[in-house]
């Protein structure tokens, strides 16, 4: 209803407009109705790089949404693509680093380790360790969402079998999230569950 209001009173390209579609296909994302959201942001996706540019925040934030079903699919090599495409934009953009594209980042990272193959993990590594020197220039060291991106050069650390390494980012992110949001937090819970693969 608020879509067809907004549309009406405003326009179909109004940013309101806009807004409130992103809104409800997030909201079938969240729900689990990926049929339903997937086809909506990539309908929006386009619309939004026709009207408001490529490198546009609400734009990429778009793109990410859309990157966020194929994972929920878990078609890592779709989300991989649509990652990378929206970093290279940013970088045509000349765009100044935003916390944002640290996150795409870390995303692209959990889609390149979560495909199968040796090669994968060995470049997730790379950008783990690229993303780690960039976000802890911007983030302070006990910040949470550098600890969680110290936990999955933990993961990628196990699966290539270096697991003395890995059991190091895992205690290291583990004392961070413990500290910051609390043992009993859904983010330190896994930080648990994934040191106990170590054993």
Same mark, same amino acid.
């Given at each position: 209803?608020?879509?067809?209001?907004?549309?009406?009173?405003?326009?179909?390209?109004?940013?309101?407009?806009?807004?409130?579609?992103?809104?409800?296909?997030?909201?079938?994302?969240?729900?689990?109705?990926?049929?339903?959201?997937?086809?909506?942001?990539?309908?929006?996706?386009?619309?939004?790089?026709?009207?408001?540019?490529?490198?546009?925040?609400?734009?990429?934030?778009v793109?990410?949404?859309?990157?966020?079903?194929?994972?929920?699919?878990?078609?890592?090599?779709?989300?991989?693509?649509?990652?990378?495409?929206?970093l290279?934009?940013?970088?045509?953009?000349?765009?100044?680093?935003?916390?944002?594209?640290?996150?795409?980042?870390? =995303?692209?990272?959990? #889609?390149?380790? +979560? !495909?199968?193959?040796? $090669?994968? %993990?060995?470049?997730?590594?790379?950008?783990? *360790? /690229?993303?780690?020197?960039?976000?802890?220039?911007?983030?302070?060291?006990? =910040?949470?969402?550098? #600890?969680?991106? +110290? !936990?999955?050069?933990? $993961?990628? %650390?196990?699966?290539?079998?270096?697991?003395? *390494? /890995?059991?190091i980012?895992?205690?290291?992110?583990?004392?961070v999230?413990?500290k910051?949001?609390?043992?009993?937090?859904?983010?330190?819970?896994?930080n648990?569950?994934?040191?106990?693969?170590?054993?």
């Amino acid at each position: 209803e608020a879509i067809e209001r907004a549309t009406r009173e405003f326009g179909a390209e109004d940013p309101e407009t806009l807004s409130i579609r992103n809104s409800r296909a997030v909201l079938l994302l969240n729900m689990g109705n990926i049929v339903a959201a997937e086809p909506l942001l990539q309908d929006l996706w386009q619309t939004l790089e026709r009207v408001r540019g490529p490198a546009h925040s609400s734009t990429i934030r778009v793109a990410t949404n859309f990157a966020l079903c194929a994972e929920k699919r878990e078609a890592y090599a779709d989300a991989e693509r649509i990652y990378r495409q929206v970093l290279q934009v940013r970088k045509n953009a000349a765009a100044k680093l935003e916390l944002s594209d640290v996150i795409t980042r870390f =995303n692209l990272c959990v #889609a390149l380790h +979560r !495909q199968p193959g040796e $090669i994968k %993990l060995a470049e997730a590594l790379v950008e783990l *360790d /690229a993303l780690l020197d960039v976000a802890g220039k911007m983030l302070p060291a006990d =910040n949470w969402r550098l #600890a969680v991106f +110290r !936990q999955h050069r933990g $993961i990628v %650390l196990r699966r290539s079998s270096r697991f003395a *390494d /890995a059991e190091i980012e895992f205690e290291l992110a583990r004392t961070v999230l413990e500290k910051r949001l609390g043992e009993n937090n859904p983010r330190t819970q896994s930080n648990y569950e994934e040191t106990a693969l170590l054993f």
